[in-house]
């Protein structure tokens, strides 16, 4: 044990209110928003708090960005998606981080961290919720949110267009 260990020998280590997901992406529980030495240390910039009633961040000089859902299944998560992934990627560009929370930080916060995933790294649903999962074990999006993550997939690869097609096959249906 080094010399600036302050933990009692036996004391269980308190689990971090956050994981991260990835370079610049955090996921975590309303516990991580109040954190703020926790915050400041991992450059978080953006906390995107994705809730109608959980307290912003109380650290100074970082911005909130609140998706006003509920954990609903019948919630609207789809339109917020795309601004909001936008707004995650310009505080990363700007050379921050985010920290994407929820109450639980198990469903609302890790499909819109899977959305970001998919928006600006490039990775399918699966591959970008395997790494939510990876950072978070407790990350579970309700079943309406994973319909939607669906959709914003399907909608992503049609603006992608497929790989290398012509514009026109030439095909015979004229």
Do not use: I
């Not at 919630?75 to 990627?89: F, K, R, S």
């Amino acid at each position: 044990m080094g010399p600036r260990s302050a933990k009692p020998r036996g004391a269980p280590e308190a689990p971090p209110p956050f994981a991260r997901v990835a370079p610049a992406l955090f996921l975590g529980n309303v516990r991580s928003a109040g954190a703020t030495e926790l915050l400041e240390r991992a450059g978080v910039t953006l906390c995107v708090n994705v809730s109608r009633l959980q307290p912003g961040p109380s650290a100074p000089g970082v911005a909130e960005l609140r998706v006003p859902v509920f954990d609903d299944p019948a919630e609207d998560l789809l339109t917020h998606l795309e601004p909001t992934c936008a707004a995650m990627e310009a505080a990363v560009r700007a050379g921050g981080a985010c920290l994407v929370y929820c109450k639980n930080g198990r469903s609302r916060s890790a499909a819109v961290c899977t959305a970001y995933l998919m928006r600006f790294r490039g990775l399918s649903l699966e591959r970008a919720f395997q790494m939510v999962k990876d950072a978070r074990p407790v990350a579970d999006p309700n079943p309406g949110f994973w319909l939607q993550l669906q959709k914003y997939e399907q909608t992503l690869q049609a603006q992608a267009g497929p790989p290398e097609a012509p514009a026109d096959s030439g095909g015979g249906d004229r």
